[in-house]
Every structure is written in structure tokens, then in C-alpha cells.
């Protein structure tokens, strides 16, 4: 079955500090990844994603995330967290089941909290 | 990137009542959006995918008679909640995605609609 992992209901972390978003997944076939933001009562905001090409993919607001085949993760990262970045993260893998490609699984979110 | 809005932002609707959100891909063309909703503090819920010129497909569980979806044109899908009740009430978000080049399978998110049924 098609899954995403977010094994981290919350994660605190101080500003400044680097920061760490875990995901996981499991798909049959090559992954599409993404990662979303989403701030109280918003939307969500497309970070970045990986589909193919290096590993590590730079996205917006100076987050990366690494994707690792042999572990099937695709934890996102930031060298130096914000408050501002305090929000609702959710990772996400594209349906390879479905013949449309815009359906996505989601995760079940991670709040990260940046103390000040 | 590519702007999906969604209008309106907030609404209020007595129960019993139906309450239209449309969502619109403002600078580019999807064939497919998608619907979904999300409780408080989860995630998001697929409802169903909405498909220009054709009927929606509904995920399973989803009553298409209850939330009605049309893709009328290629920007445009609206979702009509009929019949509203309180248990209705939450947020709605839809997605589309760019077909236009250089957009990489990006699934792009409307900024939500919050549905309160009274």
C-alpha cells in the first residue's frame, strides 16, 4: 500500500538552531515527494519537491530536504530555523496508482514550534 | 509559482442550506483539481477529483450527492455542499495542477474555505 509517514507530531526547536522534519514513505516505483506549509487558517504552500536528479533538493524559504532511497525517507531540513517558521508541515507523495498526476497522499502533519 | 484561489474565504450557512466554493486556477489551465478537507489539526482528507467536462470521481465514502462538483470550465471547479449540517462544517481546500512547462508536476493549494454550519 501507498504511504506517507510523519512519525513526529511536534517539533520544538530553538531559533537559530537547525531544524529537522521527518518523513517517510511507501510507494511502488520512483517517488514524486513534496513538501507543503501550511499556516493557521491558510492553505498550503508549496516548499519543494523531488522527482528526479540529486538528492538533495533546495526549496523555498531556504529549506532543503534529502531524499534517501535505500532508507525511503525524505526528512526536510533548514540550517538555521526561524520563528516565522513556526507552522504546519505536511510531506506528501504523488499516487502512483492513479493515472492522473495530481493526486497526492498526504502525511499526518508536524507542527514545528520555533522558540525564540 | 501558479495561484489557485478560492472564494469565499469564510462562510457562515443555516442548516439545511446549500453554500457554493469555487476554486479557480488564476494563471493557468488544470483539467484536474482536486477537493479535499481538513479537521482541525489533521490532515487532509481527499474528497474527490474533479475533472473538466466530466463528472467527479468521489473517494470512498464521500456522498456525491451531498457534495456536488462541477468542472466547468478550465479554470474553474466549484464544490456545493447541499443540504448543509453542522457536521459539514470544517475546511475545504482545493488543488490543481500545472500543466504549463517548467512546472514540474507541482500540485499547486488554494488558500482553504471555512465552512460553518449553524
Known amino acids: 500500500a501507498q504511504s506517507v509517514a510523519q512519525p513526529e507530531d511536534q517539533v520544538n526547536v530553538a531559533e537559530g538552531n537547525p531544524l529537522t522534519v521527518k518523513c517517510t514513505y511507501s510507494v511502488s516505483g520512483n517517488p514524486y515527494l513534496f513538501w507543503y506549509v501550511q499556516y493557521p487558517n491558510r492553505g498550503l504552500q508549496f516548499l519543494l519537491k523531488y522527482i528526479t536528479g540529486d538528492n538533495l533538493v533546495k526549496g523555498s524559504y531556504g529549506f532543503e530536504a534529502e531524499f534517501n532511497k535505500s532508507q525511503t525517507s525524505f526528512h526536510l531540513k533548514k540550517p538555521s530555523a526561524l520563528v516565522s517558521d513556526s507552522a504546519l508541515y505536511f510531506c506528501?507523495?504523488?499516487?502512483?496508482?492513479?493515472?492522473?498526476?495530481?493526486?497526492?497522499?498526504f502525511g499526518q502533519g508536524t507542527t514545528l514550534q520555533v522558540k525564540p | 509559482g501558479a495561484v489557485v484561489s478560492q472564494h469565499p474565504s469564510r462562510v457562515i450557512c443555516k442548516s439545511g442550506t446549500s453554500v457554493k466554493i469555487e476554486c479557480r486556477s488564476l494563471d493557468f489551465q488544470a483539467t484536474t483539481m482536486f477537493w479535499y478537507r481538513q479537521f482541525p489539526k489533521q490532515s487532509l482528507m481527499l474528497m474527490a477529483t474533479s475533472n473538466e467536462g466530466s463528472k467527479a470521481t468521489y473517494e470512498q465514502g464521500v456522498e456525491k450527492d451531498k457534495f456536488l462538483i462541477n468542472h466547468a470550465s478550465l479554470t474553474l471547479s466549484t464544490l456545493t455542499v447541499t443540504s448543509a449540517h453542522p457536521e459539514d462544517s470544517s475546511f475545504y481546500i482545493c488543488s490543481a495542477r500545472s500543466s504549463r512547462q517548467g512546472s514540474g508536476n507541482t500540485i499547486y493549494f488554494g488558500e482553504g474555505s471555512w465552512l460553518t454550519v449553524v
Open positions: 506528501a507523495v504523488r499516487d502512483m496508482r492513479s493515472s492522473n498526476t495530481g493526486k497526492l497522499i
